[in-house]
């Protein structure tokens, strides 16, 4: 089976932004609140049906192809997945066109005890572009009371939520980990790929910023029950520094480069294949989420099999394409599961 083209899959949200999406994957955008796209997902927006899950270029939902053969698409141990479409991954495209609210995402803990489920949210950025002075935010400064932060949530006071944060100034080729439970928010300006588990989990703390509201803002469970989710602990300056990558997204070699914080590989990895003129760049094998940066070339499979690419292309890759290589001109992020997914969930195929 070889790497499946995918159609554009924006999505339209809460917030604004979207157009360094649509230049990147050379389509038009329908709204100015369509700042998501999200690449090769089996699985939906909370509440929303169908809404979020790919399709290939000849209409058809990715979700349904892994479902009809999952041992093709995931690899052998697919029947220790979450279930027949999970392919361990989310990947997305977020062009921020505001600053986004501060949020949180809840861990694995959690959402099996509360939502049914063996992923939490922990998720990563990767900018592609950034705004001068844009900035991430991310964990508290010092530990916070949690009947404060009640208050000041209730009291949608914006101001004491960001002050009280990490902000960390970020540029293109940096990396930066969110774990799951740790407040976060986006300033506006800012385009990563962010690559995350496969959920849509999150519990809003600051809603009056967007469309949103109170009550779409706690997984529907009510606040006291989700806020234990929230950390208020302190993300001193070693924890920190841990979660933060800085890489040249210029730089090519013989080799796939990891992007992230090694402590992102339980959850999910991310490559950069960028060959030198004339060689090839090998990449790992399994499921895998390829985005074309820039350039054109060829994937080529140790059987022979080979597609061709182009700037702003997306596709899915199989675990039956086996080992394979990016020959070309291209620069490729590739994003994969974690490290012994699945074996590393718990319950297998419900």
């Known amino acids: 089976m070889k790497p499946t083209p995918l159609a554009p899959n924006l999505i339209d949200h809460f917030y604004l932004g979207g157009g360094r999406i649509a230049a990147l994957r050379g389509i038009e955008q329908t709204s100015e609140r369509q700042p998501e796209e999200w690449l090769a997902a089996t ?57 986004l609210p501060v949020h949180v995402h809840p861990d694995r803990g959690f959402a099996a005890s509360h939502l049914d489920c063996p992923y939490g949210k922990t998720e990563a950025w ?16 010092e530990a916070v009371d949690r009947d404060e932060l009640d208050r000041r949530r209730d009291a949608q006071d914006s101001e004491w939520m960001l002050d009280h944060m990490n902000r960390i100034e970020v540029e293109r080729g940096m990396g930066v980990l ?55 602990d302190r993300l001193d300056e070693s924890a920190l520094a841990s979660l933060v990558t800085r890489n040249d997204l210029s730089a090519r070699g013989a080799s796939a480069r990891s992007l992230l914080s ?18 090839e760049t090998p990449v790992p094998s399994g499921f895998g989420v390829a985005l074309v940066l820039e350039g054109s070339g060829s994937l080529v499979a140790d059987t022979g099999d080979e597609v061709e690419y182009r700037s ?22 590739v994003a994969e599961p974690g490290a012994g997914w699945p074996s590393t969930l718990t319950g297998g195929i419900r």
């Open 178 to 232: 969110v774990p799951a439970g740790t407040v976060h928010a986006i300033d506006g300006g800012i385009f990563v790929a962010e690559v995350q588990e496969p959920t849509d989990f999150s519990i809003v703390l600051e809603w009056s910023v967007t469309t949103s509201t109170r009550e779409e803002s706690h997984l529907d469970l009510g606040f006291d029950t989700v806020m234990p989710a929230v950390s208020v």
């Open 262 to 279: 090694a402590e992102a590989d339980p959850y999910f990895r991310l490559f950069l294949a960028a060959p030198d003129a004339g060689n």
């Open 43 to 99: 699985v939906s927006r909370a509440g929303a049906g169908d809404v979020g899950l790919a399709r290939t270029v000849d209409g058809d939902l990715l979700r349904d192809l892994v479902i009809a053969d999952p041992a093709a698409w995931v690899g052998e141990h697919h029947a220790d997945a979450a279930d027949a479409s999970d392919t361990g991954i989310l990947v997305k495209l977020l062009d921020a066109g505001q600053r």
């Open 312 to 333: 702003g292309q997306v596709f899915a890759v199989p675990a039956s394409f086996g080992p394979w290589r990016v020959r070309g001109e291209g620069s490729i992020l």
């Open 126 to 141: 990767f900018v592609l572009e950034a705004d001068a002075g844009a900035a991430v935010h991310l964990g508290w400064k």
